[in-house]
């Protein structure tokens, strides 16, 4: 087993990679990619979350004009792209650019750090069969991209835990 330090949890399977991508529908467009994670309830199967790696595109660089390209991952289907301070998020990223006067440009990286640098067993257990990549930006004129590739398991819980999962990601929807 794999760091399984959760009590009520029997790790099923080895360690899977998950991978999605995600692009605006339009120009500064919130717009989510559903993840199918293929988890079967009746056997009150989760996802365990060890590390999340997010990869999001620049945003355009436009002459006086701050631009943001942002992407989050999210247990449950959100109606903004929300943060780390949501609980259902996983991983958040947001690239800024602003444009100054003349040819220069200045650019900042923001993140909730893909994985949390520490030694956690996991960082997130989904309960529902999916998650949700979702995506924004803001002054662009052409539509984001982003990727992520998710590196967990998946786990059989017993009943208290699955019903408590289910209960908490219903909540924070």
């Known amino acids: 087993m794999i ?8 790790q099923t399977s080895s360690l899977i990679q998950v ?17 199918d994670l293929q ?3 009746l056997d009150r199967e989760v996802f365990v979350v060890q590390a999340v790696d ?3 595109f620049p945003p355009n660089l436009i002459a006086n004009t701050v ?18 301070d949501s ?9 800024q650019t602003a444009s100054v006067t003349g040819d220069g440009a200045v650019t900042n990286e923001y ?3 893909d994985t949390p640098a520490s030694n956690l067993d996991y960082i997130a257990i989904v309960a529902t069969n999916d998650m949700f990549l979702n995506i924004e930006g803001t002054n662009n004129l052409a539509p984001m991209s982003g990727n992520t590739r998710v590196y967990g398991y998946r786990a059989r819980a017993d009943a208290a835990i ?7 990601e219903a909540l924070s929807a």
């Open 39 to 41: 988890l079967n309830p």
């Open 111 to 113: 993140e909730a750090s």
């Open 162 to 168: 699955y019903a408590a999962l289910v209960q908490s």
């Open 54 to 56: 997010l990869d999001l």
């Open 3 to 10: 760091g399984m330090a959760a009590k009520g949890l029997t």
């Open 19 to 35: 991978s999605a991508s995600v692009s605006e529908t339009g120009a500064n467009t919130f717009t989510v990619e559903q993840i």
């Open 67 to 84: 631009t943001v390209s942002a992407v989050s991952l999210s247990s449950t289907r959100r109606t903004t792209l929300g943060g780390i």
């Open 87 to 95: 609980s259902n998020v996983i991983a958040a990223k947001r690239i």
